[in-house]
Antibody, heavy 121, light 109 residues
Framework: EVKLEESGGDLVQPGGSLRLTCTCA??????????MNWVRQAPGKGLEWVSH????????NYADSVKGRFTISRDNAKNSLYLRMNSLGGEDTAIYYC????????????WGQGTLVTVSS | QAVVTQEPSLTVSPGGTVTLTCGSS?????????PYWFQQKPGQAPRTLIY???NKHSWTPARFSGSLLGGKAALTLSGAQPEDEAEYYC?????????FGAGTKVTVL
C-alpha cells in the first residue's frame, strides 16, 4: 500500500514563503509511477485542488488561485514531492494534502494525512 | 474555471438508499471527466471511494457504487450505515486542471 507523509507546514507571515514536502514510504511505494497532486482545505471549507505534476515532472498544472506563486516539483530518486509557496496570504491558510494516482493512472487515489499552513502576522 | 455542483446535504435512514450527484457547469459529465468520489469524516484526510465513474478501491465498501445518471456523475449508497455519515466530494478532470465539488453532507438518521 502507498503511504504518503506531508511535512513542512508552519506559521508564516503574510508575504512569506514556505516549502512543503510529501514523502512516499513503505515497500509498496513506486513513486516514479504516480501522478501527484496537492490539495488544500481551508478551515471549515471544502477541498480545493492546488497543483498536479506528471510522473516524470515534465508536465505541471496549477489552480488559478496559486498560479505564479506556487511551484510544484518532484525528486523521484528521493520519493519526494514538493510545493514551493511564495507571496503567501491569509487565503492560503489550510491543511495541505498530497495525493497520488494509482500506478496504472488516475488522479487522487492515495492520500497523506496533511500538513497545516497558517498565514498570519 | 468550471464549477462542479453537488447537493449541499442529504439525509438517509439507516439501511436506506441515497444518491448523490455531481454536475458540471460546462455540460454533461462524461467518462472523459474521470469522475472521482471521496469520503471525509471530521478531523480525517479524505479517502477515495470511487474512481473513473464506477471503479472501487479494495477498501471501498460494497454498498457504495458509482455511475453516470442524467448527465451527472452519481454516487449511490445502498444500505446506509451510521459510519457512512460524512462529507462526500466529487472531483472532475478538465484535461489538466481538476475541480472539486463543494461537498455533500450526508446524515444517517
Amino acid at each position: 500500500e502507498v503511504k504518503l507523509e506531508e511535512s513542512g507546514g508552519d506559521l508564516v507571515q503574510p508575504g512569506g514563503s514556505l516549502r512543503l514536502t510529501c514523502t512516499c514510504a513503505g515497500s509498496g511505494c513506486t513513486f516514479n509511477s504516480y501522478e501527484m497532486n496537492w490539495v488544500r482545505q481551508a478551515p471549515g471549507k471544502g477541498l480545493e485542488w492546488v497543483s498536479h505534476i506528471s510522473k516524470s515532472g515534465a508536465v505541471t498544472n496549477y489552480a488559478d488561485s496559486v498560479k505564479g506563486r506556487f511551484t510544484i516539483s518532484r525528486d523521484n530518486a528521493k520519493n519526494s514531492l514538493y510545493l514551493r509557496m511564495n507571496s503567501l496570504g491569509g487565503e492560503d491558510t489550510a491543511i495541505y494534502y498530497c495525493a497520488s494516482s494509482r500506478p496504472a493512472g488516475g488522479a487522487m487515489d492515495y492520500w497523506g494525512q496533511g500538513t497545516l499552513v497558517t498565514v498570519s502576522s | 474555471q468550471a464549477v462542479v455542483t453537488q447537493e449541499p446535504s442529504l439525509t438517509v435512514s439507516p439501511g436506506g438508499t441515497v444518491t448523490l450527484t455531481c454536475g458540471s457547469s460546462t455540460g454533461a459529465v462524461t467518462s472523459g471527466h474521470f469522475p472521482y468520489w471521496f469520503q471525509q469524516k471530521p478531523g480525517q484526510a479524505p479517502r477515495t471511494l470511487i474512481y473513473d465513474i464506477s471503479n472501487k478501491h479494495s477498501w471501498t465498501p460494497a454498498r457504495f457504487s458509482g455511475s453516470l445518471l442524467g448527465g451527472k456523475a452519481a454516487l449511490t449508497l445502498s444500505g446506509a450505515q451510521p459510519e457512512d455519515e460524512a462529507e462526500y466530494y466529487c472531483l472532475l478532470s478538465y484535461g489538466g486542471p481538476y475541480v472539486f465539488g463543494a461537498g455533500t453532507k450526508v446524515t444517517v438518521l
